[in-house]
């Protein structure tokens, strides 16, 4: 099956540096690779979605210029939280969809919890 | 817009019990419905789903079936044992996949 991996699965940073985040489709290509986040306790929240060779789209709220997503090749998208603060600790999920039919159906990662000091 | 109504938890049981989950969702078109399990510190896993009208999907004893008169896909297991414990996770995708749905989650404890 489809297989989506994120590195690293952890991470602790000082508030005021830049954390990457990597999301690889494993055994397929994706064009389109989404990004949530979750707080403790609640449900994901779209953060972003990754096209392949353009640029994001964001949802509503979502600071372009905190949260830099670069969707470079076919396997790998990247979330670069910027400057990170304490706000930012918070579990984020990368999720591919598979080209071809069911269109709609997403493999997600097994997420990224970031706590920032 | 598309939208996902899921019950409320946390739900505790006794190991063995009938467990169910509800899940109703309002959507354009024709979506899809998934149930996603996420154990604590982990990621999201695809548990079950279903692309149309009166499927039913199932998996490890769990089921749910795509209710399109009643715009429901709850989730049902006849047993549950301990390592069933997590939260659980209703979700709808539309048509063309750009969109995922997800419910507020329902977290699972079942006690020996």
């Known amino acids: 099956g489809a297989v989506v991996s994120q590195h690293p699965s952890w991470v602790i940073c000082k508030s005021g540096t830049s954390v990457k985040i990597e999301c690889r489709s494993l055994?397929?290509?994706?064009?389109?690779m989404f990004w949530y986040r979750q707080f403790p306790k609640q449900s994901l929240m779209l953060m972003a979605t990754s096209n392949e060779g353009s640029k994001a789209t964001y949802e509503q709220g979502v600071e372009k210029d905190k949260f830099l997503i670069n969707h470079a090749s076919l396997t790998l998208s990247t979330l670069t939280v910027t400057s990170a603060h304490p706000e930012d600790s918070s579990f984020y999920i990368c999720?591919?969809?598979?080209?071809?039919?069911?269109?709609?159906?997403?493999?997600f990662g097994p997420g990224t919890r970031l706590t920032v000091l | 817009g598309d939208s996902v109504t899921q019950m409320e938890g946390p739900v505790t049981l006794s190991e063995e019990a009938f467990l169910t989950i509800n899940c109703t969702y309002t959507a354009t078109g024709y979506p899809s419905l998934f149930w996603y399990v996420q154990y604590p510190g982990e990621g999201l896993q695809l548990l079950l789903k279903?692309?149309?009208?009166?499927d039913k999907g199932s998996n490890k004893g769990f089921e749910a079936t795509y209710r399109k008169e009643t715009t429901s896909f709850h989730l049902e297991k006849g047993s549950v044992q301990v390592s069933d414990s997590a939260v659980y996770f209703c979700?709808?995708?539309?048509?063309?996949?750009?969109?995922?749905?997800f419910g507020t989650g329902t977290s699972l404890t079942v006690i020996p």
């Open positions: 999720s591919a969809r598979v080209p071809g039919p069911p269109m709609n159906e997403q493999f």
């Open positions: 055994d397929f290509q994706a064009t389109t």
């Open positions: 979700a709808l995708s539309s048509n063309t996949g750009n969109q995922f749905y």
């Open positions: 279903a692309t149309k009208a009166d």
